[in-house]
């Protein structure tokens, strides 16, 4: 049996312009995706999900034709696309599947799927090293998008990550501030759809000429600031520069206004983790809102 793991992600800035080449900052969390593998003498995959429970949400089979097609009864959305998968990976390496063998294949998550910590992006990576592809190239031929989850889901520490002429740039970066204890992760109860989000920021930003000069100094300063009055400061402005470029209110000024610390939204507007600083004192006034799910970062970051 084959085992593979993946980091989950949370990009703390440049979010919807890292698709147009701006400098992001990312950091890879302790919760990620597992993914075991076993050869079977069968012409078929049986595959597994299992969530963070331990139970399993998913399961399904697909026939290996001798065609080497992928051939379901499961027309269910997920199906569907662990197909697509499937056939992009057939296609990067023609030699991986064979018309007279199989797999049994489990896939295991260690977050709420709701969390919006990269489910895609750990799949993706731990299939691409299975199949010993390159996962950059199974994104794009699939789930698409600019990548950074997938350098996150191989990286253990935080990155700087840029696509330069589309492809990915990835550095190794230190980023320890010394307020981490006042940075925190709260949930928004919702589940965002990236793909959305990016579909939405193309057609905006379809017909303009983008400079991210600015959010790149941002994405610098954010890295190497060691006070946390400064780091509140640059979220502000971050949120401001987002907020022009996507036509879209800051998430403080829509539900926290009268909150004492510095709200960021993370990754596509509307859902998933948005960065609170504060005390653990503070965390109440989230709480008192309903948004019950609150991780430190000390918890959350690897």
Same mark, same amino acid.
């Given at each position: @049996?084959? !085992?593979?793991?993946?980091?989950?992600?949370? /990009?703390?800035?440049?979010?919807?312009?890292?698709?147009?080449?701006?400098?992001?900052?990312?950091?890879?969390?302790?919760?990620?995706?597992?993914?075991?593998?076993? %050869?079977?003498?069968?012409?078929?995959?049986? *595959?597994?999900? #299992?969530? &963070?429970?331990?139970?399993?949400?998913?399961?399904?089979?697909? #026939?290996?034709? !001798?065609?080497?097609?992928?051939? %379901?009864?499961?027309?269910?959305?997920?199906?569907?696309?662990?197909?697509?998968?499937? +056939?992009?990976?057939?296609? /990067?390496? =023609?030699?991986?599947?064979?018309?007279?063998?199989?797999?049994?294949?489990?896939?295991?998550?260690?977050?709420?799927?709701?969390?919006?910590?990269?489910?895609?992006?750990?799949?993706?990576? &731990?299939?691409?090293?299975?199949?010993?592809?390159?996962?950059?190239? /199974?994104?794009?031929l699939t789930f698409g998008g600019s990548g950074f989850d997938i350098a996150c889901?191989?990286?253990?520490?935080?990155?700087?990550?840029?696509?330069?002429?589309?492809? =990915?740039?990835?550095?190794?970066?230190?980023?320890?501030?010394?307020?981490?204890?006042?940075?925190?992760?709260?949930?928004?109860?919702?589940?965002?759809? %990236?793909?959305?989000? #990016?579909?939405?920021?193309?057609?905006?930003?379809? &017909?303009? !000429? /983008?400079?991210?000069?600015?959010?790149?100094?941002?994405?610098?300063?954010?890295l190497n600031c060691l006070d946390l009055k400064t780091f509140e400061s640059l979220?502000?402005?971050? +949120?401001?520069?987002?907020? &022009?470029?996507?036509?879209? =209110?800051?998430?403080?000024?829509?539900?926290?206004?009268?909150?004492?610390?510095?709200?960021?939204?993370?990754?596509? *507007?509307?859902?998933?983790?948005?960065?609170?600083?504060?005390?653990?004192?503070? @965390?109440?006034?989230? +709480?008192?809102?309903?948004?019950?799910?609150?991780?430190?970062?000390?918890?959350?970051?690897?």
């Amino acid at each position: @049996m084959q !085992t593979f793991y993946s980091h989950g992600k949370l /990009l703390i800035s440049a979010e919807y312009a890292v698709l147009d080449g701006a400098l992001a900052l990312a950091l890879p969390t302790k919760f990620g995706q597992s993914l075991q593998v076993e %050869s079977t003498p069968n012409q078929k995959i049986v *595959w597994k999900s #299992i969530s &963070n429970k331990g139970t399993v949400w998913f399961e399904t089979e697909f #026939i290996i034709d !001798t065609t080497l097609k992928f051939i %379901s009864k499961d027309t269910s959305d997920i199906a569907l696309r662990l197909v697509q998968i499937l +056939e992009a990976i057939q296609r /990067l390496n =023609p030699g991986h599947f064979k018309a007279d063998a199989g797999f049994s294949i489990t896939s295991t998550l260690e977050f709420p799927e709701n969390w919006g910590l990269g489910s895609s992006s750990t799949l993706i990576t &731990n299939l691409a090293e299975w199949a010993t592809v390159d996962a950059f190239k /199974l994104l794009e031929l699939t789930f698409g998008g600019s990548g950074f989850d997938i350098a996150c889901a191989q990286h253990d520490s935080a990155i700087l990550y840029q696509l330069k002429s589309g492809k =990915p740039t990835i550095k190794s970066v230190v980023f320890s501030p010394p307020f981490l204890d006042a940075l925190f992760f709260v949930h928004r109860n919702q589940k965002q759809n %990236s793909r959305e989000g #990016i579909k939405s920021y193309k057609t905006r930003t379809a &017909n303009q !000429t /983008l400079d991210f000069s600015v959010v790149n100094k941002m994405t610098l300063d954010l890295l190497n600031c060691l006070d946390l009055k400064t780091f509140e400061s640059l979220i502000e402005q971050h +949120e401001r520069y987002i907020s &022009n470029l996507i036509q879209q =209110p800051p998430l403080k000024e829509v539900l926290f206004s009268d909150y004492e610390g510095a709200i960021k939204s993370l990754g596509a *507007w509307g859902g998933d983790f948005f960065l609170a600083s504060g005390s653990t004192a503070s @965390m109440a006034y989230f +709480e008192a809102k309903g948004f019950e799910t609150i991780v430190p970062y000390s918890e959350m970051i690897l």
